[in-house]
């Protein structure tokens, strides 16, 4: 009895934990959402107004009533682009040479261990090691190839990380089966694991691509130029990016600028969502062709 009684209170005793973590866990979502609305409302309180076709036209300039973003906007797409065509095979590659081939030893524990300190090194770190590798040692100069570069090294550990999460989750019962019926390693990657993790292959991918394309600070270091007046048509050339033209809108003291930075905060906004949104999209089908 006395057994049954301290059992019964330990059991009441986790229940309350558990209903007073749910209910933090809640407030902070709930605070956080909240906060992020009032942000989004001020943003757009500022910038809608000037938010126009000649806004994503126009070239930055001194005046306010004439300056836009046009060629910040293609520098971002350009490294958008860019950093996806690098940094998804190999992060890909990497995540199913460690998952699916590396053998369990000091040298694959090392690597990992590597990889799991650099996903959290700050971006500032990634930039300066652009700014020494690819703009100085490969003299690549401060060109879109250099930023790209940059970026990459800085999503990898995110990608591989996820793509490592995602082959995990493939149970091993169907590459065992698949085994069974003669098929070699690398059909069994291709065929079994690769697109029952694609899923989550690409959810990570849009976390390391998002942040990517917002940061400012790895773009600073490299030294992108802000007042750029010429759209970028190759990789080697100069350019500028959103989260550049933004922080030079911001640090101006005039009023109209600051509308300006709120008008390109709303742009960047719709890049990232507007990739967010293509990448789900291709997630969402993925999943239902798997779960078919």
């Known amino acids: 009895m006395k057994n049954s009684a301290v059992f019964q209170q330990n059991l009441k005793v986790r229940h309350i934990k558990e209903r007073v973590h749910r209910t933090l866990m809640s407030l902070a979502t709930l605070t956080g959402i909240i906060v992020l609305t009032l942000l989004l409302i001020d943003v757009l309180k500022d910038g809608a107004g000037w938010l126009d076709w000649q806004f994503i036209t126009s070239y930055p300039s001194r005046k306010p009533a004439e300056a836009g973003l046009l060629s ?11 950093t996806a ?4 095979p190999i992060g890909i590659g990497t995540a199913i040479y460690l998952e699916e081939y ?3 030893n000091r040298l694959q524990r090392l690597i990992q261990t590597n990889i799991n300190n650099l996903a959290g090194v700050p971006s500032i770190v990634y930039g300066l090691l652009g700014l020494s590798l690819f703009v100085q040692a490969l003299a690549m100069g401060r060109s879109i190839l250099a930023g790209a570069l940059t970026l990459t090294l800085m999503s990898l550990p995110v990608i591989i990380i996820a793509a490592q999460e995602a082959i995990r989750s493939v149970p091993e019962g169907h ?16 065929n079994i694991v690769l697109p029952q993790a694609l899923p989550g292959i690409l959810t990570g991918t849009i976390l390391a691509m998002s942040r ?7 773009m600073i270091a490299i030294s992108a130029l802000v007042y750029l007046t010429f759209i970028p048509i190759s990789p080697l050339d100069r350019f500028t990016v959103l989260p550049i033209q933004i922080f030079n809108w911001v640090s101006r003291p005039q009023e109209d600028f600051q509308h300006l930075a709120a008008a390109g905060i709303i742009v960047l906004l719709i890049v990232l969502l507007s990739m967010n949104a293509i990448a789900i999209i291709l997630r969402n089908r993925y999943q239902k062709r798997t779960e078919e």
């Open 102 to 104: 590396a053998p369990d």
């Open 175 to 190: 590459r065992l089966g698949a085994f069974a019926l003669g098929a070699t390693r690398w059909q069994v990657v291709r």
């Open 85 to 88: 065509l690098f940094s998804l």
């Open 212 to 218: 990517a394309i917002g940061e400012a600070a790895p």
């Open 72 to 82: 910040a906007l293609f520098g971002t797409l350009w490294i958008m682009v860019l």
